[in-house]
């Protein structure tokens, strides 16, 4: 596993999604306040339902702009809160395709293409 991720999501169907072909993951969508949490952090961003650069890693790294803390689990997920914009966001079993374990924190840095 790596130790910081990359991806690229993008608007399809009004949805942000990702695709991750390397592990397995096709219009991936973000849901239930993770997707809130993405259009808060794009607003400045030009065409970013185009695709943006979503930077992501367990552990602090230099230049990570948002910090996400982790709250609990449900049944088939785990919610996470920002203190930056005061939301609660939900990440699917997917997370697991890039931690072995439920990270406490994520630290991600967000950019344009």
């Given amino acids: 596993m790596n130790a910081i991720n990359i991806i690229k999501p993008y608007k399809y169907l009004n949805m ?3 695709d991750d072909p390397k592990v397995g993951l096709i219009q991936e969508p973000f849901v239930s306040g993770a997707d809130i949490f993405l259009d808060k952090v794009t607003e400045s961003i030009p065409n970013a339902s185009d695709g943006f650069i979503l930077i992501f890693s367990s ?13 609990k689990s449900a049944e088939v997920g785990n919610w996470y809160y920002s203190k930056e914009f005061n939301i609660e966001g ?14 406490s924190n994520l630290y991600l840095k967000i950019q344009s293409l």
């Fill in 59 to 71: 552990s602090y790294f230099p230049d990570a702009n948002f910090h996400l803390e982790w709250i």
């Fill in 90 to 103: 939900w990440l699917c079993p997917a997370l697991f395709k890039y931690f072995d374990n439920i990270p």
């Fill in 16 to 18: 942000w999604v990702f």
